[in-house]
């Protein structure tokens, strides 16, 4: 059975009730892209504007995954770099350096080239709460005023950070106006309908049951099917396909988050002064931003177990309040939560299954710039330029393989080395 969003700040908020049609019957594409998320719209986009006939099948609605949930951050570069430079030396090092900054620029293109309205906003804070990590944000620092973004990042000691974030849980910072935050569902949504403007079919309510392999793949949902002459699979960390080749790689984690009422505009100031977007540097992180109306989106505790908690809001509060007690009276207006996509090293794990058919999963929470960067790729990659998706395919994954639901108590056990290394 399909799902609405689930009932989130930003559901609440939508500037874009349009729907599209489930699919009945048989039809035909060039490209058939499974899952509307931002990878799934984020590739469909670009090909479209390619002028490639795409179709895209979505089991619910557009953005109603992760890509509609998150937390907004929009931060440059992908999880798992160290990994790829190590799997593949020279190439993955020029890779990485010049896809740094593209998902934020692709992002930023769209929202001018289609007016979409998704309150996108610049500035983004990297938090540290222990010494070591100063340490890392002073080598950040280096890096970029290296390759010549000095002016756009400001290292920020202990004595000047109640100028950035009002609280007193850290000892430093690296602050940047290169990043973010944003409206991740009125982005997904307005993608999308550029997508569509472009001759782009969408269907939704329209889950993704077989893929019948062969020169031209047949994708099939329970009251149709789509013929393709290449696919791409965007179901990340929700779908159940071809697990042949897929099971073991991904495991699910839940992430989760509190939207305040809105703040008075001098509460909002005292918290934020800058109204950046902030993660912190531990393992299993606290992130945060205002929303456009002033709300506090708090957000946390990856859970790796597969269980979601009883109460978010239980678990979260908590959270919110040892940083920012001053927001003790504020009134929780929304709690929810979702899926992100874990893969053991953080590389996205991106290949083929075959010649024609595609995939692309497993951000480890940093996917609001990293599927549009992926999404690029896997344009280039469905044409035949197949070099930075390459670089990608042939990284080396570890691969457990177990049921699901084992892999992720293993995952949760290895993670407690994290949460323990946290406190130290
Ligand atoms: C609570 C939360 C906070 C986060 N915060 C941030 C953040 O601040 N910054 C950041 O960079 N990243 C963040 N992330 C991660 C980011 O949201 C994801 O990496 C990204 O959205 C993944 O996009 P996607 O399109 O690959 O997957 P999804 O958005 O999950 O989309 C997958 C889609 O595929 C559909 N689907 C699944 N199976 C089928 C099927 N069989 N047939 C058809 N359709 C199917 C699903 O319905 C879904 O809509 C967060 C994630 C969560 C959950």
Avoid at 16 to 43: H, K
Avoid at 158 to 174: E, I, K, P
Avoid at 334 to 356: A, F, L, M, Q, S
Wanted: glycine share 10%; charged share 25%; hydrophobic share 35%.
């Amino acid at each position: 059975m399909a799902e609405k969003h689930c009932p989130s700040y930003y559901a609440a908020t939508v500037n874009d009730t349009s729907r599209y049609p489930s699919l009945e019957g048989e039809t035909s594409a060039d490209i058939c892209v499974i899952g509307g998320g931002f990878t799934g719209i984020a590739t469909a986009l670009t090909l479209a504007e390619r002028g490639f006939q795409v179709v895209v099948l979505e089991a619910n609605q557009v953005g109603w995954g992760a890509s509609g949930r998150n937390g907004g951050q929009m931060i440059h570069a992908i999880s798992g770099e160290d990994n790829l430079r190590r799997s593949q030396g020279p190439a993955a090092e020029k890779l990485i350096h010049d896809i740094k900054w593209r998902g934020n620029e692709i992002i930023r293109e769209r929202v001018e080239k289609y007016n979409i309205q998704c309150d996108l906003k610049y500035g983004y804070m990297d938090a540290a709460v222990k010494n070591r990590h100063m340490d890392h944000l002073r080598k950040e620092y280096d890096y970029f005023s290296a390759n010549g973004l000095e002016e756009h990042f400001r290292l920020v000691e202990a004595r000047d950070m109640a100028d950035y974030v009002g609280t007193d849980s850290y000892c430093g910072g690296l602050y940047n106006d290169l990043d973010g935050h944003l409206h991740p569902l009125n982005l997904c949504l307005g993608e999308a309908r550029a997508f569509s403007s472009l001759g782009g079919r969408i269907y939704e309510d329209s889950a993704v049951i077989d893929i019948e392999h062969g020169l031209t793949p047949v994708v099939k949902t329970a009251t149709g099917q789509v013929r393709a002459n290449k696919v791409v699979l965007a179901g990340n960390a929700y779908h159940h396909l071809e697990r042949k080749h897929l099971r073991g790689f991904l495991f699910p984690a839940g992430t989760y988050i509190l939207a305040t009422e809105p703040l008075s505009e001098e509460m909002a100031r005292q918290v934020l002064p800058r109204d950046q977007a902030v993660c912190d540097l531990n393992e299993l992180l606290d992130y945060y931003r205002l929303s456009a109306d002033r709300r506090m989106l708090y957000g946390g505790r990856c859970n790796y177990s597969g269980r979601d908690p009883k109460s978010i809001k239980d678990n979260m509060l908590p959270r919110m309040l040892k940083t920012f007690p001053q927001l003790k009276d504020a009134r929780i207006d929304y709690e929810w939560g979702g899926k992100i996509g874990i893969i053991i090293n953080r590389t996205p794990h991106v290949g083929r299954i075959n010649d024609n058919i595609y995939y692309s999963e497993g951000y480890s929470g940093h996917g609001v710039n990293t599927t549009h960067i992926i999404g690029e790729i896997l344009s280039d990659a469905t044409s035949g330029q197949m070099e930075r998706f390459d670089i990608f395919a042939k990284a080396k994954h570890t691969r457990l393989p177990v049921p699901g639901g084992l892999g992720n108590q293993i995952i949760a056990l290895g993670m407690l080395y994290y949460r323990i290394k946290d406190i130290f």
